[in-house]
């Protein structure tokens, strides 16, 4: 099936039929658009619509939410929302480091959820691969563990600091 070629009838050019997308009604059940001319047509349809793709991104968020979580938690942390949901039950709830329930709260109220901590040593930024994922923290617990660069030494320094003062 490899050797098949197929011309795209946006661009005309005759390419190999991996080169389009799957479509289960086309002729060899792919789409008559190479999957180039298809990205192109859809980057420019969704800046000539957002409004209207937003508003579809949501209703279909809101009826899909599991899975829109799921999405959402395997794009940032490497873990699916059913992980996120077993640890935080391991967890009862509560921050892992301070046995604390979260306790920020969004503008309408709402409490946010616990953070997923991850070692920044496998993976910069904010985004993990999944395996490096530490536990669910509070935003004071897992604030304080980034502003220290997860360095052991410097807060073992500072608990021997505040025991010392808390001595004076």
Same mark, same amino acid.
């Given at each position: 099936?490899?050797n098949i070629t197929k ?31 298809? *990205?192109?047509? !859809?980057?420019?349809?969704?800046? #000539? =619509?957002?409004? $209207?793709? *937003?508003?579809? !991104?949501?209703?279909?968020?809101? #009826? =899909?939410?599991? $899975? ?13 929302y059913s992980v996120y ?84």
């Amino acid at each position: 099936m490899n050797n098949i070629t197929k011309r795209c009838t946006q661009c005309s050019l005759e390419v190999s039929i991996s080169d389009f997308s799957p479509q289960k009604f086309g002729k060899h059940g792919v789409k008559s658009w190479c999957k180039q001319c298809s *990205n192109k047509h !859809n980057r420019i349809y969704s800046k #000539k =619509n957002l409004a $209207k793709r *937003n508003e579809y !991104n949501k209703k279909w968020a809101e #009826k =899909n939410w599991d $899975k829109f979580q799921d999405r959402k938690f395997v794009y940032k942390y490497g873990i699916s929302y059913s992980v996120y949901l077993e640890m935080l039950d391991e967890q009862n709830n509560v921050c892992a480091i301070c046995a604390e329930p979260e306790s920020r709260t969004t503008k309408n109220g709402q409490t946010l959820w616990l953070s997923v901590d991850h070692d920044h040593s496998c993976c910069l930024g904010e985004k993990s691969c999944g395996k490096c994922v530490r536990g669910l923290l509070c935003w004071r617990c897992n604030t304080s563990i980034g502003k220290f660069n997860d360095d052991v030494y410097l807060i073992e320094k500072i608990i021997t600091y505040l025991k010392r003062k808390k001595n004076d």
